[in-house]
Protein backbone atom coordinates (compact mmCIF):
# COMPACT_ATOMS: atom_id res chain seq x y z
CA UNK A 1 0.00 0.00 0.00
CA UNK A 2 1.44 3.42 -1.00
CA UNK A 3 1.20 6.33 1.06
CA UNK A 4 0.65 9.78 -1.22
CA UNK A 5 0.03 13.35 0.98
CA UNK A 6 -3.25 14.68 -0.11
CA UNK A 7 -1.64 18.48 0.18
CA UNK A 8 -0.09 21.47 -1.51
CA UNK A 9 1.74 22.60 1.38
CA UNK A 10 5.59 22.29 1.29
CA UNK A 11 5.93 22.38 5.22
CA UNK A 12 3.42 19.46 5.59
CA UNK A 13 4.80 17.86 2.53
CA UNK A 14 8.19 17.80 3.82
CA UNK A 15 7.10 16.90 7.36
CA UNK A 16 5.66 13.55 5.78
CA UNK A 17 8.72 13.13 3.32
CA UNK A 18 11.13 12.94 6.67
CA UNK A 19 9.00 10.42 7.75
CA UNK A 20 10.97 8.25 5.38
CA UNK A 21 7.32 6.02 4.36
CA UNK A 22 5.91 8.86 1.58
CA UNK A 23 5.39 7.52 -2.26
CA UNK A 24 3.82 10.60 -3.47
CA UNK A 25 1.90 13.52 -3.79
CA UNK A 26 -1.56 14.50 -4.98
CA UNK A 27 -3.07 18.11 -5.24
CA UNK A 28 -5.88 19.36 -6.58
CA UNK A 29 -6.83 23.17 -7.73
CA UNK A 30 -8.85 23.86 -4.46
CA UNK A 31 -5.43 22.48 -2.63
CA UNK A 32 -3.27 24.45 -4.46
CA UNK A 33 -5.87 27.83 -3.76
CA UNK A 34 -5.63 27.08 -0.16
CA UNK A 35 -1.90 27.94 0.07
CA UNK A 36 -2.32 30.92 -2.32
CA UNK A 37 -1.07 29.67 -5.29
CA UNK A 38 -1.97 31.12 -8.18
CA UNK A 39 -1.09 32.09 -11.85
CA UNK A 40 0.19 29.93 -14.45
CA UNK A 41 4.03 30.37 -13.59
CA UNK A 42 3.75 29.80 -9.95
CA UNK A 43 1.85 26.83 -9.80
CA UNK A 44 3.78 25.49 -12.46
CA UNK A 45 7.30 26.38 -10.32
CA UNK A 46 5.00 25.18 -7.10
CA UNK A 47 4.54 21.56 -8.80
CA UNK A 48 7.97 21.27 -9.93
CA UNK A 49 9.39 22.64 -5.83
CA UNK A 50 6.72 19.68 -4.86
CA UNK A 51 8.80 17.28 -6.89
CA UNK A 52 11.91 18.16 -5.86
CA UNK A 53 11.05 17.31 -2.03
CA UNK A 54 9.35 14.18 -2.45
CA UNK A 55 10.66 11.01 -4.56
CA UNK A 56 7.25 9.75 -5.77
CA UNK A 57 4.73 10.66 -8.10
CA UNK A 58 2.88 13.83 -8.09
CA UNK A 59 -0.67 14.71 -9.44
CA UNK A 60 -0.95 17.86 -11.04
CA UNK A 61 -4.50 18.68 -12.47
CA UNK A 62 -5.61 19.85 -15.61
CA UNK A 63 -8.26 23.35 -15.68
CA UNK A 64 -9.62 22.98 -19.21
CA UNK A 65 -12.94 20.90 -19.79
CA UNK A 66 -12.00 20.72 -23.58
CA UNK A 67 -10.17 17.71 -25.30
CA UNK A 68 -7.85 20.12 -27.25
CA UNK A 69 -6.99 21.96 -23.40
CA UNK A 70 -6.32 19.03 -21.62
CA UNK A 71 -3.99 17.44 -24.17
CA UNK A 72 -2.17 20.79 -24.00
CA UNK A 73 -1.96 21.17 -20.08
CA UNK A 74 -1.54 18.00 -19.36
CA UNK A 75 1.86 17.88 -21.81
CA UNK A 76 2.74 21.38 -20.38
CA UNK A 77 2.56 19.37 -17.21
CA UNK A 78 3.99 16.67 -17.87
CA UNK A 79 7.07 18.27 -19.43
CA UNK A 80 7.67 20.04 -16.04
CA UNK A 81 8.80 16.86 -14.21
CA UNK A 82 9.45 13.09 -14.79
CA UNK A 83 7.28 12.97 -11.76
CA UNK A 84 3.94 14.80 -12.51
CA UNK A 85 1.18 12.67 -13.03
CA UNK A 86 -1.75 14.51 -15.02
CA UNK A 87 -4.94 14.58 -13.10
CA UNK A 88 -7.88 14.46 -15.35
CA UNK A 89 -11.61 14.49 -14.44
CA UNK A 90 -13.88 11.46 -15.39
CA UNK A 91 -15.95 13.43 -18.24
CA UNK A 92 -15.94 12.48 -21.81
CA UNK A 93 -13.77 14.80 -22.59
CA UNK A 94 -11.44 13.40 -19.72
CA UNK A 95 -11.47 10.01 -21.04
CA UNK A 96 -10.66 10.69 -24.40
CA UNK A 97 -7.86 12.64 -23.23
CA UNK A 98 -6.48 9.99 -20.74
CA UNK A 99 -6.65 7.37 -24.07
CA UNK A 100 -4.27 10.26 -25.85
CA UNK A 101 -1.94 10.45 -22.47
CA UNK A 102 -1.84 6.54 -22.15
CA UNK A 103 -0.81 6.30 -25.96
CA UNK A 104 1.45 8.37 -25.83
CA UNK A 105 3.67 8.00 -22.03
CA UNK A 106 1.89 9.77 -20.12
CA UNK A 107 0.60 8.82 -16.90
CA UNK A 108 -2.68 10.07 -15.46
CA UNK A 109 -4.50 10.55 -12.56
CA UNK A 110 -8.28 9.99 -13.45
CA UNK A 111 -10.12 11.97 -10.64
CA UNK A 112 -13.78 12.46 -9.49
CA UNK A 113 -14.43 9.20 -9.40
CA UNK A 114 -17.59 8.34 -7.18
CA UNK A 115 -18.81 5.08 -9.43
CA UNK A 116 -17.66 1.40 -10.55
CA UNK A 117 -18.92 2.18 -13.67
CA UNK A 118 -16.56 5.65 -13.96
CA UNK A 119 -13.64 3.26 -13.07
CA UNK A 120 -14.02 0.75 -15.49
CA UNK A 121 -13.96 3.41 -18.26
CA UNK A 122 -10.76 5.16 -16.31
CA UNK A 123 -9.42 1.99 -16.46
CA UNK A 124 -10.31 0.86 -20.03
CA UNK A 125 -9.01 4.32 -21.19
CA UNK A 126 -5.51 3.52 -19.32
CA UNK A 127 -5.40 5.42 -16.96
CA UNK A 128 -2.46 4.37 -14.14
CA UNK A 129 -4.60 6.01 -11.25
CA UNK A 130 -8.22 6.16 -10.58
CA UNK A 131 -9.15 8.19 -7.65
CA UNK A 132 -12.50 7.50 -5.99
CA UNK A 133 -13.46 10.09 -3.55
CA UNK A 134 -14.76 8.37 -0.77
CA UNK A 135 -15.32 10.91 2.46
CA UNK A 136 -17.22 12.76 -0.49
CA UNK A 137 -19.20 9.52 -1.01
CA UNK A 138 -19.60 9.31 2.74
CA UNK A 139 -21.21 13.04 3.44
CA UNK A 140 -23.66 11.28 0.97
CA UNK A 141 -25.12 8.49 2.84
CA UNK A 142 -22.71 6.50 0.57
CA UNK A 143 -20.00 3.91 1.24
CA UNK A 144 -17.14 4.99 0.04
CA UNK A 145 -14.97 2.01 1.20
CA UNK A 146 -17.56 -0.39 -0.15
CA UNK A 147 -16.81 1.36 -3.42
CA UNK A 148 -12.94 1.07 -3.58
CA UNK A 149 -13.39 -2.74 -2.41
CA UNK A 150 -15.86 -3.12 -5.79
CA UNK A 151 -13.30 -1.52 -7.97
CA UNK A 152 -10.22 -3.37 -6.60
CA UNK A 153 -12.22 -6.60 -7.62
CA UNK A 154 -13.11 -5.60 -10.69
CA UNK A 155 -9.67 -4.54 -12.00
CA UNK A 156 -7.94 -7.40 -10.43
CA UNK A 157 -11.18 -9.97 -12.23
CA UNK A 158 -10.28 -8.38 -15.74
CA UNK A 159 -6.47 -7.81 -15.42
CA UNK A 160 -6.52 -3.96 -15.50
CA UNK A 161 -3.42 -2.37 -14.63
CA UNK A 162 -4.90 0.89 -13.37
CA UNK A 163 -3.63 1.25 -9.29
CA UNK A 164 -6.80 2.49 -7.22
CA UNK A 165 -5.93 5.47 -5.31
CA UNK A 166 -8.26 6.18 -2.35
CA UNK A 167 -8.73 9.85 -2.27
CA UNK A 168 -10.95 12.16 -0.21
CA UNK A 169 -9.47 10.38 3.09
CA UNK A 170 -10.68 11.56 6.25
CA UNK A 171 -9.10 9.93 9.42
CA UNK A 172 -7.21 7.01 10.08
CA UNK A 173 -9.77 4.42 9.48
CA UNK A 174 -10.80 5.63 6.57
CA UNK A 175 -6.69 4.06 5.66
CA UNK A 176 -7.52 1.03 7.89
CA UNK A 177 -10.67 0.19 5.47
CA UNK A 178 -8.90 1.10 2.22
CA UNK A 179 -5.77 -1.38 3.49
CA UNK A 180 -8.53 -4.09 3.85
CA UNK A 181 -9.65 -3.46 0.76
CA UNK A 182 -6.74 -3.99 -1.07
CA UNK A 183 -6.10 -0.11 -2.44
CA UNK A 184 -2.76 0.07 -3.70
CA UNK A 185 -2.40 3.84 -2.90
CA UNK A 186 -4.23 6.14 -0.79
CA UNK A 187 -3.88 9.81 -0.91
CA UNK A 188 -4.53 11.15 2.66
CA UNK A 189 -4.00 14.29 5.04
CA UNK A 190 -0.66 14.77 7.19
CA UNK A 191 -2.88 14.49 10.67
CA UNK A 192 -4.83 10.95 9.07
CA UNK A 193 -0.84 9.60 8.60
CA UNK A 194 0.36 10.78 12.11
CA UNK A 195 -2.93 9.71 13.50
CA UNK A 196 -1.66 6.10 13.05
CA UNK A 197 0.78 6.24 15.28
CA UNK A 198 -1.76 7.09 18.22
CA UNK A 199 -2.43 4.29 20.70
CA UNK A 200 -2.94 5.45 24.75
CA UNK A 201 -1.27 2.00 25.31
CA UNK A 202 1.91 3.12 23.14
CA UNK A 203 1.96 6.37 25.75
CA UNK A 204 1.79 4.42 28.85
CA UNK A 205 4.46 1.57 28.13
CA UNK A 206 6.36 4.39 26.92
CA UNK A 207 5.88 6.20 29.94
CA UNK A 208 6.31 3.65 32.18
CA UNK A 209 9.88 2.06 30.66
CA UNK A 210 11.27 5.84 30.95
CA UNK A 211 9.77 5.76 34.30
CA UNK A 212 11.66 2.46 35.20
CA UNK A 213 15.03 3.32 33.55
CA UNK A 214 14.99 6.64 35.51
CA UNK A 215 14.37 4.45 39.01
CA UNK A 216 17.59 2.60 38.53
CA UNK A 217 19.95 5.36 36.31
CA UNK A 218 18.78 8.37 38.24
C1 LIG B 1 -7.13 13.99 -4.24
O1 LIG B 1 -6.72 13.49 -5.23
C2 LIG B 1 -8.48 14.58 -4.12
O2 LIG B 1 -8.56 15.70 -4.91
C3 LIG B 1 -8.77 14.87 -2.67
O3 LIG B 1 -8.44 13.72 -1.91
C4 LIG B 1 -10.17 15.35 -2.40
O4 LIG B 1 -10.34 15.41 -1.01
P1 LIG B 1 -11.55 16.19 -0.32
O5 LIG B 1 -12.82 15.49 -0.60
O6 LIG B 1 -11.19 16.18 1.15
O7 LIG B 1 -11.54 17.59 -0.89
New binding site residues.
Partial sequence: MKF?I?TANLAQIKEAQALGVLDGV???P??MAKEGIKGEANIKKHYVDICNIVDGDV?A?VISTDYEGMIREGKELAALHPQIVV?VPIIKEGIKAIKYFSDNGIRT?C??VFSQGQALLAAKAGATYV?P?I??LD?NSTDGVELIGKIVDMYHFYGFETQV?A????HTMHIIRCVEMGADVA?C?LDAILGLLNHPLTDIGLAKFLADYKKVNG
Fill in positions: FDTTNSLSEKNTLSFGRDLASIRTP
